[in-house]
Every structure is written in C-alpha cells, then in structure tokens.
C-alpha cells in the first residue's frame, strides 16, 4: 500500500491542511493499491508562498549552477527508475516492459536534453544599441494529467528549471506515485528549498487554486480542451501566461506511393501503445478508397498482434487508466457503430479472460465518415477509425476538418510525404512511423492548445524578454 499522504512544500514533506484523502486504484485489478491527500487553497498559498521566496535567489544562479544541479537530478534519477517504473504500472496500468522502456526514460530524457540545452542558450543577445535580456518568468503551476505522468512532469519541471524559475507542481490524483517519488529525487539531489513544491488534489480545488493566485506567473497545463477552456479562463484574471497542450484526433494520411502493409502495420502500433492513451496518437487513418479494402485485412491482423493482459505479463497492452475511462471509451465505440461504422475488429467489453480491471479491446472501425462522433471526439483508448479518400487534395481537407491540431501523420514516398507534411495544420508531423524526437517543440494548433514544450524551445516558454535600451553606443 502507498500512502502519499503528505506535500512537498519548502524543501520538506508537511501535513495537509485537511485530513481529506481519496484511494488509488490499480486499473489492472481494480484493487485499492494507496492513498493520496486532496489539498486545499491553503496547501496552495504554503506552496506558493514558498516558491515566491525561493524564486529571489534561484533566478539569479548562473548558467553552470544549474548545469550542476541537473547533473546530481539525473543521477539520482537513473537510481530511482526501477521505482519509478513499478510505480507508473502500479497507479495507470502501463505493461512493465513499457514503464521501463519509454514511460520513465521519456521523463528522463527530458532532464537530459534540458541540460544540454542550458550549455548553449543564449540568455542575452545584442540588438542595435540594446541588450535583450531573457529571464525567468517567476512562479510557475504545473498541471498534468495521468497518462504518461514523467514524460508529462518531465517536459514542464525540466524546462521551468533550467530557465531559473520555481514551481508548484500538481500532478493527477489518479496516478499519484511517481510525482511522489519524482519530489524525493529532486530532494535528494539538493534543488534549493522552495524551488519546487508538490501538492497533490483535485483540478476542482487545487488545481483553480494554482491557475487563480496572484503570485503564480505562469501556468503550464496538459490535459482535455474543455479542462483547457477554463485554466485559461482563470488565468486571465491576472493576466497569466497560460500554456497549454490539450487534446488531438491526429490523422495519418497513407498516400499511394507507400508500402501499404508496413504504413498501415506502423499506424496500428502507433494506435494502440499506451492502451491508446495519447494525445498526440494517430486516431484517424486516411486511406485511398481502391486500397481501403486491403488496409482493412492489414489492419486487422495487425491489431491482433496486440495482446492484452495483466501489466506484470509479456502482454503488449494493459488496462486504461480509470473506470471512467472504460466507460467513455465504450461510450465512443458503441456511437461509432449506431453511426454506422463498421466493427472490423474489437468491440464493446473486456477481452476474452479479463473480467475484472479496465481492460479494452483493441478495436478498429472502419467506412468511418469524418463527421462521424468517433472522427470528432478524442477517444483516448486503443480505437482506431479507418476513413477513405478520393485523392490527395480530399486527404488533406479531411485531416484538417477537425478542432485539433496537436499531430498528423504521413506515409509515402518522401518528396510527396514532405509535401503533404506542409500542408497539414498540425504542431508536429511524423513522417513515415518516424520515432519520437524529444527535442524537436511539442505542442499544438487551434484547440490543441498553445506554447511548446520538448527541447530547447521549452526554455523559452519559461522566460520574459526585457529590453535594456541603450547598453551599447551606437555604431
């Protein structure tokens, strides 16, 4: 049992101010593996108050302080990923073999790559007879959510600190354990009181708390669109820098000039790893109508290469995070078949032998319209939509028919995948089941939220400019 019972607040584990906690429960079994405390506006003002302290002498350490301090949290990172692996399987279901392998690294590579990005940014730049100063922003709220909990505390505490910044971090109460743990690791290698402070709760309570307080700077929050309507809405009241990655419905255009059976295999992998639990996954495949046919026969064999199972198995996927979800996604895919789609693999309930644990069945829908509800809506299960086009022109307005911009795919022939790539409304686009590259910017468009986060870019998010006029004589 874990009991995540206390904050982090000024560089020691306190008391919450209210005895208030909620049980956690482990999706594969539906048993209660923990607890956590709910914090109040109190437990905020603490939090915040601390790092308003803390942010007078932590934005005036030097590029190489920091450097410094990097290099003692990755250490203490590295010894703490067995932990960390167990705990992330333990609070949101991810199979061991994917908490060890992308889970835990993603949140480390993060530390790393903001480390290397400290090394070569440039802080203050000449201009004219100015001096254009970068510094950090202040006070920071980190709000993220549960489904890829280090990848996603990772990309927002990384950045904060290398710009100089100090932070309350609220990670989900629904995967609380690795946040917890992520505390102790920063603990142990010796960030400064106050710099970064933990405080667990609902969105409701301290999560409004964190996005209206006058003293937080800045808010970074990863989560839905609609949660994402209202962070923005309650930073506004003071003017706060709001930024945001939100939801997504990624298409992956299969042009003709591909090897149909890999593109199709790859989009399937893509869709389902993490139990279909990203926002950035590629949910709608885009297909030639004279190769639907075939893709259908592809993409249901490749979907039943992907077992489901106990975490602690060789299964390739494990449950979905919560009973809420279990219900949303069965919600989704019994409106894809009232709407008239058709089941080619998967389907409403448990797999076979699962009876008890959120488990989904990797489930693929096919002669999907784009107005459909399951073309509209962000699933966030193992769902993936099979939509047909007529040709390239009718491929890319239907990959852009949609609220979102977070991601897009596309698989082809390289010139044409470039060219295509260029046209697609999205922040990032994958070309060719290309792997992830954590330091290229992250974020997205339209309601997909704004900001961005990965790599060097992600600094910047963190810093104000401030022109010093006339520090240089003019030429």
């Known amino acids: 049992m874990r009991d995540n019972l206390q904050f982090y607040i000024a560089g020691s584990w306190v008391q919450p101010a209210s005895d208030s906690v909620v049980d956690v429960i482990n999706p594969a079994d539906e048993t209660v593996v923990g607890r956590v405390a709910l914090g109040d506006v109190s437990d905020v003002d603490k939090a915040v108050t601390a790092a ?9 350490t030097s590029v190489e302080e920091r450097i410094a301090l990097f290099d003692r949290i990755i250490a203490a990172y590295e010894k703490r990923a067995g932990d960390l692996a167990l705990a992330v399987t333990e609070e949101m279901g991810a199979p061991q ?28 730049e000449p201009l004219g007879t100015s001096e254009v100063v ?49 505390a102790e690791i920063l603990h142990e290698a010796g960030v400064p009181k106050g710099v970064f402070n933990l405080v667990h709760g609902n969105g409701q309570v301290v999560g409004n708390a964190l996005t209206s307080h006058p003293e937080v700077d800045l808010v970074s929050f990863t989560g839905s669109t609609a949660a994402g309507i209202e962070v923005a809405r309650s930073g506004a009241l003071t003017v706060k820098r709001v930024h945001q990655e939100l939801g997504g419905k990624s298409p992956n ?11 199709v295999e790859g989009g399937v992998a893509q869709m389902m790893l993490n139990s279909g639990q990203s926002c950035s996954a590629p949910s709608r495949m885009l297909v030639h109508v004279d190769q639907l046919a075939e893709a259908i026969d592809y993409a249901r064999a490749a979907a039943a290469t992907w077992s489901v199972g106990d975490p602690s198995s060789n299964a390739k996927m494990g449950p979905v995070a919560s009973e809420a979800q279990w219900n949303k996604i069965q919600r989704l895919i019994q409106s894809g078949l009232d709407e008239g789609a058709t089941l080619v693999t998967g389907g409403l309930g448990r797999p076979d032998g ?110 104000e400019i401030k022109a010093i006029i006339g520090f240089r004589d003019a030429a």
Request: with cysteine.
């Open 354 to 463: 699962l009876d008890k644990g959120y488990y989904v069945r990797p489930t693929v829908l096919a002669n999907v319209r784009n107005d459909m509800t399951v073309a509209r809506e962000e699933i966030f299960g193992p769902v993936l939509v099979i939509i047909a086009y007529s040709d390239e022109e009718e491929a890319v307005r239907i990959a852009n028919d949609t609220i979102y911009g977070l991601a897009a795919y596309v698989q082809g022939e390289r010139n044409e995948a470039e060219a295509t790539a260029r046209r697609l409304r999205a922040g990032q686009v994958y070309l060719n089941n290309v792997s992830l590259d954590l330091a290229a910017p992250f974020g997205g468009y339209k309601q997909s939220g704004n900001g961005r986060e990965w790599g060097p870019m992600a600094i910047g998010e963190f810093l």
């Open 52 to 60: 308003r302290k803390a942010f007078e002498t932590y934005s005036q």
């Open 134 to 182: 970068r510094e950090p922003i202040g006070v920071c709220a980190l709000i993220t959510p549960w489904n890829w909990p280090l990848n996603l505390i990772g990309a927002k505490v990384a950045p904060a600190l290398a710009a100089g910044c100090t932070m309350v971090l609220k990670p989900s109460e629904i995967a609380p354990f690795s946040g917890t743990i992520l």
């Open 253 to 263: 255009i299969i042009l003709r000039s591909t090897d149909l059976a890999s593109a």
């Open 97 to 124: 073999w994917l908490s060890e392998q992308l889970q835990v690294t993603s949140g480390l590579a993060h530390f790393q790559i903001a480390r290397a990005s400290l090394a070569s940014y440039r802080f203050d």
